[in-house]
């Protein structure tokens, strides 16, 4: 089965300097990507996706980008706000299947120091 | 505003009680699906439910029943809570078809088993 590996698991960094976090698969048929953001006392609520016919998708100051030759996929994050503090999760399946098939990596804790 | 509702957000029980979960669904979505949240750990599917009264096992069912009597609720049964099942819970549900993939979470139950 698919296996997600995330890093790092906590990441601490300056309010507004940009933070990325590092996703691997080992399933060459997964072709969807989403990312995951928790906040405290809250479920996680999907940020950003991706598909693996494009290598990069953008909305606002998140980005994702996709390598699927090298089977990994980042999320980034620019002029990061104390709002972004959060936990994220990345995960990956196959999008023709259910979301039975998700796998999700164990998440990093990003912090934004003021 | 979508929105899953998990009914008890905190409980403590003892070991060898029987817990009930709850989760209600307002959005008229097929597939229903109960995780366990754990640190370092990430999230690990215990069951889900594509239509009404069918279930099927996740990853780690074990200890762990469910039931789907109605189209919006999903309960996940705990026959004889132990302590290492103290965790916090997460329910989630998705549309069938090309929406399958998109989660929408639940706050979360955080169940203490002393």
């Known amino acids: 089965g698919e296996n997600v590996e995330q890093h790092p698991s906590t990441l601490s960094v300056q309010e507004g300097d940009s933070a990325v976090i590092k996703c691997t698969y080992s399933?060459?048929?997964?072709?969807?990507f989403p990312w995951y953001k928790q906040e405290l006392g809250k479920g996680p609520q999907l940020i950003i996706d991706?598909?693996?016919?494009?290598g990069e998708k953008k909305d606002q100051r998140i980005a994702v980008t996709l390598n699927k030759t090298a089977k990994h996929f980042s999320l980034h994050i620019t002029e990061t706000q104390p709002e972004d503090s959060a936990v994220y999760f990345c995960?990956?399946?196959?999008?023709?299947?259910?979301?039975?098939?998700?796998?999700f990596g164990k998440g990093t804790h990003l912090i934004i120091q003021p | 505003d979508v929105k899953v509702t998990q009914s008890s957000r905190y409980l403590v029980k003892r070991t060898g009680e029987k817990v009930f979960l709850e989760c209600v669904q307002d959005m008229d979505h097929e597939n229903m699906f109960w995780y366990r949240q754990d640190p370092g750990l990430g999230l690990r599917l215990i069951y889900f439910?594509?239509?009404?009264?069918?279930?099927e096992k996740g990853d780690i069912p074990e200890g762990y029943s469910v039931s789907r009597e109605k189209k919006e609720r999903f309960s996940l049964i705990l026959e004889s809570a132990s302590t290492n099942q103290t965790s916090m819970y997460l329910c989630?549900?998705?549309?069938?078809?090309?929406?399958?993939?998109?989660?929408?979470f639940g706050a979360g139950s955080r169940l203490t088993v002393l």
């Open positions: 995960a990956a399946s196959y999008s023709g299947g259910g979301a039975d098939g998700l796998t």
């Open positions: 991706i598909r693996s016919n494009v």
């Open positions: 989630a549900s998705s549309l069938e078809g090309s929406g399958a993939n998109v989660l929408t």
């Open positions: 439910s594509y239509d009404v009264k069918m279930k």
């Open positions: 399933d060459s048929a997964s072709n969807y």
